[in-house]
């Protein structure tokens, strides 16, 4: 029998037809789900709706001046920048110091140790809202309970621009550090320990290894962490919804949050709302964009 070879280009043409093949379904869902929707509300933001998409007039970027001319909406935005460089700073911080701590944790308390960090993140952001919830009720929270059986003065989480502010990026540290964290002690470990041998050898204390070894050897996972907290954090409505739902005077409001109010309360129109929520996904993409171009700068540089 003849055997029949694959020359170089049939390889490659093969290849190629069977990688398509692969991720067609995929594609097919991304285009049906994502794409399409995604044109729809764009095209939509055009059109000014009086009573549903039969009765629509085309009045181009007029929605989106209206969005920009809305001072809680501004405001919003102001806020989720505010909140998301906290909580970027303190958890990637947190989470790397914590990391090296776990590392030095062996056996069955280093596994118990890794499972009660990771439990918060399995909790949704309406169940930690509601338990911080009890905890800072300004009559009859946990907080303020004990601090009057002490004399103190209660704690206005809800009324003060400050402990509003606490009142959110506490729970939300307490909820994604744990995750942080284990995605750290990864990293951490995988180092060879040759190169820790070696600095040992030449005297390098841990300063210097953190900064000559570790920190190299993570860079990767400081963008991975650093996008996806970013991402995550510009689009938070669950935590700040139920412990201050935007008190006080708006101080709190986030973006998506915004939307839930004005969609529930009826005052602005439904293009308003499509051009709100286009504008805060090409924010969402900017701010991602200037991370990653940060850090492929920081990489040139470095090469």
Do not use: C
Not at 110 to 126: E, H, K, N, Q, W
Request: proline share 4%.
């Amino acid at each position: 029998m003849k055997q029949f070879h694959l020359l170089p280009k049939d390889k490659k043409k093969e290849e190629k037809v069977s990688g398509w093949i692969l991720i067609a379904p995929a594609l097919i869902l991304l285009i049906i789900f994502v794409i399409t929707p995604l044109i729809m509300a764009i095209y939509r933001s055009f059109f000014y709706f009086e009573s549903g998409p039969n009765d629509s007039y085309f009045v181009g970027f007029e929605n989106y001046a209206k969005v920009f001319q809305n001072e809680v909406f501004v405001k919003s935005l102001l806020n989720i920048v505010i909140m998301t460089l906290l909580i970027v700073a303190f958890q990637v911080i947190g989470a790397f110091l914590f990391a090296n701590i776990l590392v030095t944790m062996k056996g069955r308390f280093g596994v118990f140790a890794r499972t009660i960090i990771y439990l918060p993140y399995l909790f949704s952001g309406v169940i930690v809202g509601s338990i911080f919830t009890l905890l800072t009720f300004y009559n009859g929270g946990v907080i303020n309970g004990i601090l009057g059986n002490i004399g103190l003065d209660p704690i206005p989480f809800t009324y003060d621009t400050f402990w509003a502010y606490v009142s959110i990026i506490v729970p939300t540290l307490w909820v994604g550090s744990g995750y942080t964290t284990l995605i750290f002690y990864s990293g951490l470990i995988n180092i060879p320990k040759d190169y820790y041998e070696a600095s040992m050898v030449d005297g390098a204390n841990f300063l210097k290894r953190t900064w000559y070894i570790v920190l190299p050897q993570l860079k990767n996972y400081f963008v991975l962490i650093i996008v996806t907290l970013v991402t995550a954090n510009l689009q938070m409505f669950e935590i700040p919804m139920l412990m201050t739902n935007g008190l006080p005077l708006n101080e709190t409001m986030t973006p998506v949050l915004y939307l839930i109010h004005v969609r529930a309360n009826g005052n602005v129109s439904q293009s308003e709302i499509i051009a709100s929520s286009i504008m805060i996904m090409i924010f969402i993409g900017a701010i991602n964009a200037i991370v990653f171009a940060l850090t492929n700068r920081k990489e040139k540089r470095a090469s």
